[in-house]
């Protein structure tokens, strides 16, 4: 079994509440020793201390299990601001919130309002200058999205 594979079976097995989940696991060797992090999230978010507690968990059986061959550092992290969605769940997660969503062609801002199987729903708003002159709901296929990103306001 691939590497990257098998640490994330054992990250999933090892997220027992059922409100978190593993959004992604990446093996870096550029540089020695290799980096393994392990990206979580959570329906209601994910505190430091469960990041804390998966971190150990994988890190024992990582090395109880020899899967990687040398020495290794482990991060067990939130997806940051400038980390694009990538699950059906995280979409889910920020239904109210502002994103930028990236297709082939154009960029589009605007509010999550719904999030289907298939596609999303954004109130995209039309602005002249500073002026909001129209505020329309547009759906976005998850096919045609290269890449969506939680916008922060601090208003």
Do not use: W
Not at 9 to 23: C, M, Q
Not at 38 to 45: E, L, P
Not at 120 to 139: C, R, S, V
């Amino acid at each position: 079994m691939e590497t990257a594979a098998e640490i994330r079976r054992i990250a999933e097995e090892k997220l027992t509440d059922p409100s978190h989940f593993l959004v992604e696991v990446i093996l870096s060797s550029r540089n020695r020793p290799q980096k393994v992090t392990v990206i979580i999230d959570g329906d209601a978010g994910i505190s430091i201390d469960n990041c804390a507690i998966l971190s150990r968990e994988i890190s024992k059986v990582l090395d109880d299990s020899f899967l990687l061959a040398d020495s290794y550092t482990l991060e067990v992290t939130t997806p940051g601001l400038d980390q694009p969605l990538k699950l059906h769940r995280q979409y889910r997660k920020n239904v109210g919130r502002r994103l930028r969503v990236r297709l082939a062609e154009t960029t589009v801002e605007g509010k999550l309002v719904d999030v289907s199987e298939a596609k999303i729903t954004i109130e995209h708003e039309k602005k002249e200058g500073k002026k909001k002159i129209e505020i329309t709901p547009l759906e976005i296929q998850f096919s045609d999205i290269d890449k969506s990103f939680v916008l922060v306001s601090f208003k």
